[in-house]
């Protein structure tokens, strides 16, 4: 007993002194925030911020900054009656923890022209007006990070717009009725980006958060960046480098549309298996690459219309939808079990241009005879077809409404096209007159201007008619039955496609080449034109025999260069004269070498100008004339003896 007591005595101890110093430091904390809270300068007070009342106990805060200042939103600056904030301006602003905490009328927040915004984690807490609009624009960078809003009842509608760089980090809207991210050069999202903590309550019309893409750039859509449950995720005129596996991974999104927008590749899972979309919709877009796999979701209605896909891999569309509607698109290669198709009422595969299709590119799994409505192939245009590649119409249920028709080959056309169908069917039983009957191969050149046909297609059974009868000869007559026009720009486009991928590089690359040829084209010719009017007017002999010297010239040197300037022949008389002549003269009985050396290169210059080259072009010297030239031979003559010697 006496153990037990003493036990129970220390236990007791340390629990009041535990208690004792949990209350000591609470306490002492909620001194020092209290105190931190009342030493912080108020935003009211900041220089540039103006600050009005409205409805007796509401505050609306406006504020202007230069593009220097650094402004940081503390624990206590902003005041628990502010229901509107706008700041224009300033070089940094930051949100800590805790700056709007608690308030019950916040609901706006305009950011405009400030550089750099950043608002830190559970910077917005605790918030409970009916709704807050976030706007922010024309910032350079903007950084939402993790839980930066926290524990919200009010929903958020955020506008970010005509920004450089902004970042959504994991989870950092706490609830978002809407989000819009208009022309963002960079849009960095991470996992997990919008997910939220309180989503309301969905209504009997599902979800209410809706998310818009308009005019953005986008690198990386991660893993489980789209994890709860949307309204609507809208993307226009974007591009978008990697959707990622299990990017799309909402159990539930009323809405996908992306319309006008680039998408490099989308990886295995990009749209998850886990997921239901009421109404998918992808709209004149640029698709090069759908990995194996890389759309399963579940879909009501599914459509693809418009758009350019260069490579649909091994069943990279694996789905379950109540429709599909494919039409009106450009595809590059499909390949085998591109398309599988399950517990469908109705597929619309027409008016699409395929340049390479391998067997069974669409296969229709798990088929009933209850669901099956409906399936069309209509006004397609197939420029290579394996065998088997349309082998989905001998699988279908006997009862499904089949409509094949009007669709274009690039196929020579021979006698035995029936033949050819059954292949493409793979089914040697089959009847397929109806195909024969709507469907359209191409003519040879020698059979085209016989029958006078532009531009080479002609119905398979009126060629079956015309050239495979018992006749032993083909009349050439014009042609007066169906035709139809095969394009083949799509080829073109594609290999346009493909070398744009790295056509900003190659034209980087050729102006650079191009800027550096001219550069260096424009230098030599400047030399080379330099050069020659240097030596034309005898600059190169003169400066051939220039020496330099360092420091001052010696009384030697000075009178050497006297000397040149007074009897040394000046370079800039370029016409010939007596009194040239007589310097030349004085210059070549000169006692110093470098000028008689100087003298003669001279001389030799003026005798090839006058002597040798004018002796042959101008008989009709005037007597002065002649005189100088005599006079110049005479030294060019005494000159050279005196170089013999």
């Keep these: 007993m006496g153990v037990l007591w003493w036990y129970s005595s220390a236990v007791l101890v340390r629990l009041l002194l535990g208690g004792c110093c949990f209350c000591l430091v609470s306490s002492a904390a909620r001194v020092e ?14 220089p540039g911020c103006n600050c009005s009342d409205t409805a007796k106990i509401w505050k609306i805060i406006n504020c202007t900054f230069n593009s220097t200042q650094a402004i940081e939103l503390l624990p206590g600056t902003v005041p628990k009656q502010a229901m509107e904030i706008s700041i224009i301006g300033g070089e940094t602003l930051t949100v800590k ?88 050069q960079t849009l960095d999202l991470e996992e997990g980006a ?34 709860s449950v949307l309204a609507e995720v809208n993307i226009q005129d974007s591009i978008i ?122 296969t229709f799994d798990v088929i009933t005879d209850d669901e099956v409505q409906e399936v069309t192939f209509v006004g397609n245009e197939i420029h290579n077809a394996k065998l088997k590649s349309l082998n989905f119409i001998s699988h279908l249920p006997k009862h499904t409404a089949i409509k094949f028709d009007d669709n274009s080959f690039s196929q020579q056309c ?24 709507t469907s359209f191969c191409k003519v040879s050149k020698t059979l085209s201007h016989c029958f006078k046909l532009n531009e080479g297609l002609i119905n398979m059974k009126n060629f079956t008619e015309l050239v495979c009868g018992n006749e032993t000869e083909i009349y050439c007559e014009p042609y007066h039955g169906e035709t139809k026009t095969l394009d083949t720009t799509a080829t073109m486009l594609f290999d346009e496609m493909e ?40 600059y190169c002999m003169h400066f051939r025999n220039i020496r330099l010297t360092q420091g001052e010239p010696s009384h030697d040197d000075e009178r050497v260069m006297v000397d040149l300037e007074r009897n040394g022949p000046k370079n800039d008389d370029n016409e010939l004269t007596p009194e040239l002549l007589m310097r030349l003269r004085e210059a070549l009985n000169d006692p110093d070498d470098d000028i008689k050396e100087q003298a003669r290169e001279r001389i030799e210059k003026l005798y090839e100008r006058y002597i040798t080259s004018d002796s042959y072009t101008n008989n009709n010297r005037q007597d002065e004339e002649t005189h100088l030239y005599e006079e110049l031979g005479n030294l060019q003559n005494g000159h050279g003896h005196q170089s013999t010697r």
């Design 97 to 184: 923890p805790s700056a709007f905490d608690s308030m019950v009328g916040f609901n706006l927040l305009r950011v405009d022209g400030t550089r750099n915004f950043v608002i830190h984690r559970q910077a917005f807490t605790n918030l409970s007006a009916s709704s807050l609009l976030v706007q922010v624009q024309h910032c350079n960078r903007f950084i939402l990070e993790s839980n930066g809003f926290k524990n919200m009842q009010t929903p958020i509608i955020a506008e970010i717009s005509s920004c450089n760089q902004v970042t959504i980090k994991n989870s950092a809207f706490g609830r978002l009725q809407a989000g819009k991210f208009y022309n963002v």
């Design 414 to 437: 021979y006698c035995d096209m029936g033949k050819w169908l059954r292949d493409l069917f793979d089914n040697s039983e089959m009847n397929v007159d109806f195909a024969l009957d």
């Design 33 to 46: 925030r209290a105190a931190v809270e009342k030493s912080v300068t108020g935003v009211c007070d900041i």
């Design 241 to 362: 480098k990697n959707i990622h596996s299990e990017a799309f991974k909402a159990s539930q999104i009323s809405s996908v549309s992306i319309v006008n927008t680039t998408i490099h590749r989308l990886q295995t899972g990009a749209f998850s298996g886990q997921s239901l979309i009421f109404n998918f919709v992808l709209s004149k877009c640029i698709i090069h690459t759908l990995e194996t796999q890389a759309i399963m979701a579940a879909f009501t209605n599914f459509t693809v219309q418009h758009s350019i896909i260069t490579d649909i891999q091994l069943t990279g569309i694996t789905s379950v939808a109540s429709n599909f509607h494919i039409t009106d698109n450009q595809f590059k290669t499909i390949q085998e079990k591109a398309f599988v198709l399950s517990n469908f009422n109705r597929v619309y595969f027409n008016h699409n241009i395929m340049l390479n299709i391998e067997k069974s590119f669409i």
């Design 499 to 538: 070398e744009s991928i790295n056509s900003n590089m190659y034209i980087g690359i050729a102006l650079g080449t191009l800027l550096i040829l001219a550069v260096c084209g424009t230098v030599v010719i400047l030399l080379i034109r330099g050069g020659i009017w240097l030596k034309r007017n005898g």
């Design 194 to 227: 919008f997910t939220f903590e309180n989503q309301g309550q969905i209504g009997r019309h599902g979800p209410v958060t809706n998310l818009s893409f308009l005019n953005v750039r986008i690198s990386e859509i991660p893993k489980s960046a789209f994890l």
